[in-house]
């Protein structure tokens, strides 16, 4: 079976770190784009960053910056999202989703896809990230 699954979520303090990992299982990650998206209380799945198949990165949310880091390491086929200096407002639900690299065909999944979450082939169940004292 096919599958992404998210782990690593929990309570933390606010200033706290969390590093979210997004396993596959079924295929390998190698050849895919891997974006991670929340969801808060409320609001709205919002793109938060995306690595490409050689690892670069895109930072869709300003609210993060200097603050989370995308990293992968295919050889464990894992993706991490390490978030440091956590607010509550960083709390959410966290999923993430995978799609095919086809960048030298012109189709980069991290230019919109997962930016604005449409069209994305897997996506894991997500895990629950809490901020609060």
């Known amino acids: 079976q096919l599958q992404l699954v998210e782990s690593g979520g929990g309570l933390v303090q606010p200033g706290g770190s969390l590093k979210l990992s997004c396993a596959a299982s079924g295929f390998t990650l190698d050849n895919f784009a891997i974006g991670w998206f929340r969801q808060a209380p409320g609001k709205e799945r919002e793109g938060v960053f995306c690595?490409?198949?050689?690892?670069?990165?895109?930072n869709y949310a300003d609210s993060v910056k200097g603050r989370f880091t995308i990293s992968r390491h295919n050889a464990k086929n894992t993706v991490y999202l390490q978030m440091n200096n956590l607010k509550p407002e960083d709390t959410g639900v966290y999923y993430c989703?995978?799609?095919?690299?086809?960048?030298?065909?012109?189709?980069?999944?991290?230019?919109?896809?997962?930016?604005?979450?449409?069209?994305?082939?897997?996506w894991g169940k997500g895990t629950l990230v809490t901020v609060s004292s």
């Open positions: 989703a995978a799609e095919l690299d086809r960048r030298d065909y012109g189709l980069d999944p991290c230019l919109s896809k997962m930016h604005y979450g449409y069209d994305i082939t897997y």
């Open positions: 690595i490409s198949s050689s690892g670069d990165s895109t």
